[in-house]
């Protein structure tokens, strides 16, 4: 048996999939309908936010490109920092959109100025930001980021929290982030196949002045059926079993302990990194607390000791993403993780560097 530490998916608990083996219902009923609602208080709590939470039968892809076709009807401006954010911007170009980014080199983090700089030369109705880029383990600065966007009435925010939901705090409606949304299989420790998200009355608004938003992921459907409880098209019921499990333990666990844990098991990978001398991809004043990416020094044989690790101890750990794949790995502490269980990893992987 073997245990994932890479950034996403992410280990699921037994539990959870025992909760997914709930028996199956229709999802025009009551009971349905109860499911949903549950969901809703600590969605709400985790996003700090009174709008209502909207399930999509996605990865969280689906939710980000229609993010973009719900809400641009100008021009998008995408904040560019590693492969998740860089591909919104190819992402809006697909859709013949008219696009322009904020370039920065992998392993930065956007500058608020730069977006003020950008902004300021006019036209634009929509930004997109990944709050996390996992690719790189930069986290980006979503307070001052959100502060300047605000700064330009009719510009839109759209934040990808893919990474980072539910393992910091994220503040929706005091920054004023009109859609936020994240992936399931993530920070929330759910297998992949659904999106969580959230969106403005702004945002809302905006959808229903753009035409040709399509069906599946038109926000305005979300918003009518949710009023209900409910979801456009059937729903990945079994996996909204599994969330109501994960938002349970959330709230038992609490919010403030469950973003503390976040920060102390990911001090946990820093100190053993700093044990070995292993230099940080990102920056110090941006790295995630969610996962930590290493560059490799020069002369490590990363492949070696990730094969290795797995082949001993069954702990799988990521080598790199897009164009930095071989040049640096990854270790996630998202999800379920404890000190105990990343004392474990770090045990094995010790044993492994010998
Ligand atoms: C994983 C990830 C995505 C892509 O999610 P899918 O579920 O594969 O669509 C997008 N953004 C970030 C920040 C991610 O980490």
């Given at each position: 048996?073997s245990?994932?530490?890479?950034?996403?998916?992410?280990?699921?608990?037994?539990?959870?999939?025992?909760?997914?083996?709930?028996?199956?219902i229709?999802?025009?009923?009551?009971?349905?309908?109860?499911?949903?609602?549950?969901?809703?208080?600590?969605?709400?709590?985790?996003?700090?936010?009174t709008?209502?939470?909207?399930?999509?039968?996605?990865?969280?892809?689906?939710?980000?490109?229609?993010?973009?076709?719900?809400?641009?009807?100008?021009?998008?401006l995408?904040?560019?920092?590693?492969?998740?954010?860089?591909?919104?911007?190819?992402?809006?170009?697909?859709?013949?959109?008219a696009?322009?980014?904020i370039?920065?080199?992998?392993?930065?983090?956007?500058?608020?100025?730069?977006?003020?700089?950008?902004?300021?030369?006019?036209?634009?109705d929509l930004?997109?930001?990944?709050h996390?880029?996992?690719?790189?383990?930069?986290m980006?600065?979503l307070?001052?980021?959100a502060?300047?966007?605000?700064?330009?009435?009719?510009?839109?925010?759209?934040?990808?929290?893919?990474?980072?939901f539910?393992?910091?705090?994220?503040?929706?409606?005091?920054?004023?982030?009109?859609?936020?949304?994240?992936?399931?299989?993530?920070?929330?420790?759910?297998?992949?196949?659904?999106?969580?998200?959230?969106?403005?009355a702004?945002?809302?608004?905006?959808?229903?002045?753009?035409?040709?938003?399509?069906?599946?992921?038109?926000?305005?459907?979300?918003?009518k059926?949710?009023?209900?409880?409910?979801?456009?098209?059937?729903?990945?019921?079994?996996?909204?079993?599994?969330?109501?499990?994960?938002?349970?333990?959330?709230?038992?666990?609490?919010?403030e302990?469950?973003?503390?844990?976040?920060?102390?098991?990911?001090?946990?990978?820093h100190?053993?990194?700093?044990?070995?001398?292993?230099?940080?991809?990102?920056?110090?004043?941006?790295?995630?607390?969610?996962?930590?990416?290493?560059?490799?020094?020069?002369a490590?044989?990363?492949?070696?000791?990730?094969?290795?690790?797995?082949?001993?101890?069954?702990?799988?750990?990521?080598?790199?993403?897009?164009?930095?794949?071989?040049?640096?790995?990854?270790?996630?502490?998202?999800?379920?993780?404890?000190?105990?269980?990343?004392?474990?990893?770090?045990?094995?992987?010790?044993?492994?560097?010998?």
């Open positions: 048996m245990k994932l530490y890479i950034p996403g998916p992410i280990n699921v608990s037994k539990e959870t999939f025992a909760a997914m083996s709930h028996p199956m229709g999802h025009r009923g009551s009971e349905f309908e109860e499911l949903y609602a549950s969901t809703q208080p600590i969605l709400q709590q985790l996003a700090a936010t709008r209502p939470a909207y399930l999509s039968t996605s990865s969280a892809w689906g939710v980000m490109e229609a993010s973009l076709r719900n809400l641009c009807a100008k021009k998008v995408t904040l560019c920092c590693g492969a998740f954010s860089d591909k919104w911007f190819d992402v809006a170009l697909k859709l013949g959109l696009a322009e980014k370039q920065v080199e992998w392993g930065e983090a956007i500058a608020p100025e730069a977006v003020r700089a950008k902004l300021a030369q006019g036209g634009f930004v997109t930001l990944i996390n880029e996992t690719s790189t383990g930069v980006n600065d307070a001052g980021i502060a300047v966007v605000k700064e330009f009435p009719g510009v839109l925010l759209v934040v990808d929290s893919v990474s980072s539910s393992a910091v705090p994220i503040a929706m409606d005091a920054l004023g982030i009109d859609v936020l949304l994240a992936g399931v299989q993530k920070a929330l420790a759910l297998p992949p196949g659904m999106a969580v998200f959230f969106c403005s702004a945002a809302l608004e905006r959808a229903k002045s753009v035409p040709n938003r399509g069906y599946y992921f038109d926000f305005i459907e979300f918003a059926n949710a009023e209900n409880n409910n979801t456009p098209s059937t729903p990945a019921i079994s996996l909204i079993f599994g969330l109501q499990h994960i938002l349970g333990t959330i709230a038992a666990e609490g919010l302990q469950r973003f503390a844990r976040h920060a102390a098991t990911n001090a946990m990978i100190d053993w990194g700093a044990r070995h001398g292993f230099p940080h991809f990102a920056p110090a004043a941006n790295r995630s607390v969610t996962l930590t990416c290493f560059k490799k020094p020069e490590f044989d990363q492949a070696a000791f990730i094969k290795n690790l797995k082949a001993k101890h069954g702990y799988i750990i990521n080598g790199g993403y897009g164009k930095i794949k071989g040049l640096t790995f990854r270790i996630s502490n998202m999800g379920n993780e404890t000190a105990a269980t990343m004392q474990e990893l770090i045990a094995a992987m010790d044993d492994v560097l010998g």
